[in-house]
């Protein structure tokens, strides 16, 4: 039998609910003062930045108020909205500051939303202080290691080193923090497979006075990773877990390991978190020209991982989360677990890592993280560690179970 005009036919796939919760990458500058030698954005497989207006567009900041509201009034519940670029502050403050009005005025009343930033920090003076105060903003700051290190790979585009200049405005952000004008920044780090973790930690906490700290692993996929980055990659986390338990302090946060100790340490974190912890399906990037896609991270797979089928002008969230490839990005997440996760203690927690970095181009997500044996020995550390602090085995166990 063949389905009518607008009915689904009975061996079509489930459409997808709209989610709870999402996450709005907006890309307002698309061109950047530094050039990152890692940088996925610019050196990697998705170019389109290449055909993209240098600034979000007013269109793009109309076509995206447009779509916000109509997501929220579909039903998600929460919108992060997470300013991005290249170099976001590259975008003036007064229409950063009309931005923000634009998407508060949309949003207002509809949904919980929330404004947060991801900069270098290297453009930062007091006028971008008040903005971020005047909105609350939270805001990220990507630094790698000391001035040494981070000047190795985050350099200007005539190769100089950017620490200074981004030291000088994480100042600025810590001053206004202190008088309690705004929140504290937090720091978001590259892992360096060739650096120490350890000695990074102990810079961006005793000299640099960051206490919230995240540490992002190389996207590397299995068409790219060996085995030196995988090895140095367990070896500085494991740098960074022995100086943050170390210091023992509960105003210190390193999201990696303080999310994992809640899962082995709560039941509800362990059942409601944990299966979220790397879910990426719910994050869709918005370029400067209008156009929405899946996370930068899928994005820079390249191939139709960085085709643009949607934008705010023509389409809505309900289209993209039917679409193919919201699909089986979502499938990979939630519904498939790789023959090598089989039988892995882990899994519960894991769930076969982050899925960009189960990627090969012959077989798509088929595959665990590249960083598998990795994990299982930070896992292993970390559970090493809530055991000889008093924290019962056998309840970590039944919440892997
Ligand atoms: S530790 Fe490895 S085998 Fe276990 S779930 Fe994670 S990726 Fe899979």
Redesign the pocket.
């Given at each position: 039998m063949t389905a009518g005009a607008g009915e689904r036919p009975a061996n079509a796939p489930a459409p997808f609910a709209i989610p709870e919760r999402m996450e709005l990458i907006v890309k307002v500058a698309e061109r950047c003062n530094l050039a990152c030698t890692y940088c996925y954005f610019f050196f990697h497989k998705d170019r389109s930045y290449e055909s993209h207006p240098a600034l979000i567009t007013e269109d793009s900041v109309n076509g995206l108020c447009d779509f916000a509201s109509s997501a929220a009034l579909s039903g998600v519940k929460t919108i992060a909205i997470v300013f991005h670029g290249g170099e976001p502050l590259l975008l003036k403050p007064q229409r950063f500051d009309a931005l923000c009005e634009a998407l508060s005025a949309a949003l207002e009343g509809l949904c919980n939303y929330s404004f947060s930033v991801q900069t270098n920090a290297t453009l930062i003076d007091e006028t971008w202080v008040d903005l971020f105060a005047k909105w609350r903003m939270s805001v990220g700051v990507s630094l790698d290691g000391d001035e040494a290190r981070n000047d190795a790979y985050r350099i200007d585009h005539q190769g100089r080193g950017s620490y200074q200049n981004a030291l000088k405005g994480l100042r600025l952000l810590q001053g206004a923090a202190a008088e309690g004008r705004m929140g504290n920044p937090g720091l978001l780090s590259v892992v360096d497979p060739e650096g120490s973790g350890a000695a990074a930690y102990r810079h961006f906490v005793d000299e640099l006075g960051f206490r919230r700290l995240s540490f992002l692993l190389l996207d590397e996929t299995h068409d790219t990773i060996t085995p030196k980055i995988v090895k140095g990659t367990e070896d500085f986390m494991l740098g960074v877990f022995q100086e943050w338990t170390r210091d023992d302090r509960k105003d210190i946060t390193v999201r990696f390991f303080s999310e994992l100790i809640a899962c082995f340490c709560s039941d509800e974190e362990m059942k409601h978190f944990a299966p979220y912890r790397e879910d990426m399906s719910n994050v869709f990037t918005v370029s400067s020209a209008g156009d929405v896609g899946m996370d930068d991270v899928i994005r820079s797979l390249g191939g139709r991982f960085a085709e643009h089928r949607f934008n705010l002008f023509d389409h809505r969230l309900e289209t993209v989360v039917q679409s193919d490839l919201y699909r089986e990005i979502r499938t990979a997440i939630h519904a498939h677990r790789?023959a090598?996760?089989a039988a892995?203690d882990?899994?519960k927690l894991?769930?076969?890592?982050r899925v960009n970095t189960r990627f090969d181009e012959a077989s798509g997500f088929e595959r665990?993280?590249v960083y598998?044996s990795a994990?299982?020995n930070i896992?292993s550390r970390v559970v090493s560690y809530l055991l000889d602090n008093g924290i019962d085995g056998d309840d970590i166990l039944r919440r892997l179970s």
């Open positions: 790789p090598a996760c892995c882990w899994w894991c769930r076969g890592g665990e993280t598998c994990l299982k896992y």
